[in-house]
């Protein structure tokens, strides 16, 4: 303990921060200057050179990512709900939009639907067909 006490004070003291009285590298200009003194063309040359840091100074891009996927979520989220799960009122009628939709999905819009599964439904003979099938289970 000893001596990490004489170690600790024989080391050289840390050096405070850089403030604006300390600092031994002064700024060459005052920023922001004094656009009273200025040209209305240095003028905006300052302005478009601030704009540029402000803009450089507050990109987040890992913030906004995140942002836009749980925007896109919240969206696809409160639309399935609407089209799968919602329960409506339009004028005291009550519409369900999933019937439809689930009746649409679940059949891929027609491609796997019972009645539509030869094609169209008067070129195939249907009767026959399931005359045949009920013949072969018995």
């Not at 601030?50 to 450089?56: G, H, N, S, T």
């Amino acid at each position: 303990m000893l001596r990490t006490l004489v170690r600790r004070s024989a080391a050289a003291a840390e050096r405070p921060p850089l403030t604006i009285h300390n600092n031994p590298y002064q700024t060459k200009k005052v920023w922001p200057p004094d656009y009273k003194q200025l040209s209305w063309q240095e003028q905006l040359r300052f302005e478009k050179k601030y704009k540029r840091r402000v803009i450089l100074a507050s990109r987040r891009p890992k913030w906004d990512k995140g942002v836009k996927l749980v925007q896109l979520a919240t969206t696809v989220g409160v639309l399935s709900w609407l089209f799968f799960f919602a329960e409506l009122e339009f004028h005291g009628k009550k519409y369900v939009p999933n019937e439809e939709i689930r009746k649409g999905v679940g059949t891929l819009w027609g491609i796997f639907d019972e009645a539509n599964r030869y094609g169209d439904a008067s070129s195939a003979n249907l009767p026959e067909l399931v005359n045949q099938r009920s013949d072969k289970t018995r």
